[in-house]
């Protein structure tokens, strides 16, 4: 079963423009995770963002996490047609076990 | 520094066959995983091997075994493949703990049609 979901599943935009996805968990976690999956390609990992974190930056990449309303959103700025890939936020539901992942937001970036 | 590795890229097997999916890191990763993503599924985790000598059971582990052969290497296997088990697969390795706390890195994986 899914402990995250990411939304929106699909997000179209042109270049220039951020990209906002988000990922909403069902139980407490000890950290969340963002990957990238470029179509056809195997995930690479993006940022890890700790449970006592609110924000987190990595150059074009902003994280944010709120706990209380356990979701987490993943902001993409001044996209580019090299962003274009899906998107899976990981979790592990009790910080014991392995990770979880989403099933992704399909990010299509246009020239 | 070849990361992880996975081979065979392509199969296609005949409903009853069995294969053997081989993965291999090079970062002296304690950690190795087995995952399939199936269109608008995600990834579910098959097995995984926390430390050279032990493996686990994950979500989706039945019709599956695992061979953790030793610190670099870890296996798969089909016994009698059926349809359901066409997928991608993708094997992950991590440093120390199959938990949140640590980054994983993927090879770039295996796409398996069973007919």
């Known amino acids: 079963s899914q402990q995250g979901e990411e939304d929106p599943q699909a997000l179209s935009i042109q270049e220039g423009e951020n990209a906002t996805m988000n990922c909403s968990y069902k139980t407490s976690i000890n950290n969340l995770q963002w990957y990238r999956q470029n179509s056809g390609r195997g995930l690479v990992h993006l940022i890890l963002?700790?449970?006592?974190?609110r924000e987190k930056h990595s150059g074009r990449l902003r994280v944010t996490l709120d706990t209380s309303k356990k979701s987490s959103s993943l902001l993409i700025t001044a996209s580019r047609a090299a962003d274009t890939a899906s998107y899976f936020c990981?979790?592990?539901?009790?910080?014991?076990?392995?990770?979880?992942f989403g099933k992704g937001t399909m990010l299509l970036v246009s020239p | 520094n070849a990361g992880v590795t996975q081979t065979p890229k392509f199969q296609v097997l005949k409903t009853g066959q069995s294969m053997t999916l081989q993965c291999a890191q090079d970062?002296?990763?304690?950690?190795m995983y087995w995952y399939r993503q199936d269109p608008g599924m995600g990834l579910r985790l098959i097995y995984y091997?926390?430390?050279?000598?032990?493996?686990d059971k994950g979500e989706v582990p039945n019709g599956y075994n695992v061979s953790r052969l030793n610190k670099r290497e870890f296996s798969l296997r089909l016994e009698s493949a059926a349809p359901s088990q066409t997928s991608v697969y993708f094997c992950?390795?991590?440093?120390?703990?199959?938990?949140?706390?640590?980054?994983?890195?993927f090879g770039p994986g295996t796409r398996l049609t069973v007919l």
């Open positions: 091997s926390a430390s050279e000598g032990t493996t």
């Open positions: 963002i700790r449970s006592n974190e």
């Open positions: 970062m002296n990763h304690n950690s």
């Open positions: 990981a979790t592990d539901p009790s910080g014991y076990s392995t990770l979880t």
């Open positions: 992950a390795s991590s440093g120390f703990l199959p938990t949140s706390t640590d980054t994983q890195y």
